[in-house]
């Protein structure tokens, strides 16, 4: 309960300096007013434009991820277990995490131009080598003295990766999960204001072509919003199997 009230004490706190900068600043195209910015809000909501372009960016965020972790955690897995295929693997996975985004952008849209898949296959990029190499750690940092104890008792290889490895990657798992929920948002939004064909980030580029900063903001907050509802409840979900597994 008091955690709650710190947090809307800190929403208010930030919408009563924004309003007071829109204020004392007098600059509609920089920091609109908190009243020009609900009116977006209202009129925003309840159109099938906007109702569409949210299904659309939510359903790119839950491809980039499932994509991230089906492909990403395994193959950490794999790399983890074993040095030499890290090592080879090693210089591939940094030359990807250091291509600049927009890098990325430019060949997506030469390859297949203003479309759906290019957003997703740019933020599987991004997200990526966080989760490999953050599962690569996991693997590296597991308890030998379980895996001794499991070789001289004889444990079913199937039952240690279970109950060992999994068990011990799952603070790894969340912690890939709270790093990639809040990148997987911008990339995707970034990736849809240049490369897209709809979602929010088409809009927002829609807004600021009518030059409408009010327009903007309202979005933005509309995708923070979602972006932390995703993120709870993901979470949320990723907890109910984790319990459910029994690790």
Do not use: H
Request: charge should be positive.
């Amino acid at each position: 309960m008091i955690k709650l009230r710190r947090t809307l004490l800190g929403i208010i706190l930030f919408l009563v300096i924004w309003q007071v900068l829109a204020i004392y600043l007098d600059a509609n195209t920089i920091i609109p007013g908190l009243g020009a910015i609900y009116n977006e809000l209202t009129s925003l909501i309840g159109k099938q434009t906007f109702l569409v372009a949210v299904v659309s960016t939510i359903g790119k965020v839950i491809v980039a991820l499932l994509l991230t972790l089906l492909i990403g955690l395994p193959l950490g897995f794999l790399l983890g277990i074993n040095n030499k295929l890290f090592d080879m693997f090693r210089p591939i996975i940094m030359v990807i995490q250091a291509v600049p985004v927009i890098s990325w952008l430019t060949l997506v849209i030469f390859a297949w131009g203003i479309g759906f898949r290019g957003p997703i296959f740019i933020t599987f990029l991004s997200l990526f080598p966080i989760a490999l190499l953050t599962t690569v750690s996991g693997v590296r940092n597991l308890d030998k003295n379980l895996l001794e104890m499991a070789t001289l008792y004889r444990v079913p290889r199937w039952q240690v990766i279970r109950d060992i490895y999994l068990g011990s990657l799952l603070p790894f798992i969340v912690a890939i999960l709270d790093v990639t929920l809040g990148q997987a948002w911008k990339v995707i939004l970034v990736s849809e204001y240049l490369c897209g064909n709809s979602g929010l980030g088409v809009l927002i580029l829609a807004a600021r072509y009518e030059v409408n900063p009010a327009k903007v903001w309202a979005l933005t907050f509309l995708a923070v919003l979602l972006g932390l509802i995703t993120e709870r409840l993901v979470k949320l979900l990723f907890r109910k199997v984790a319990k459910r597994w029994a690790i």
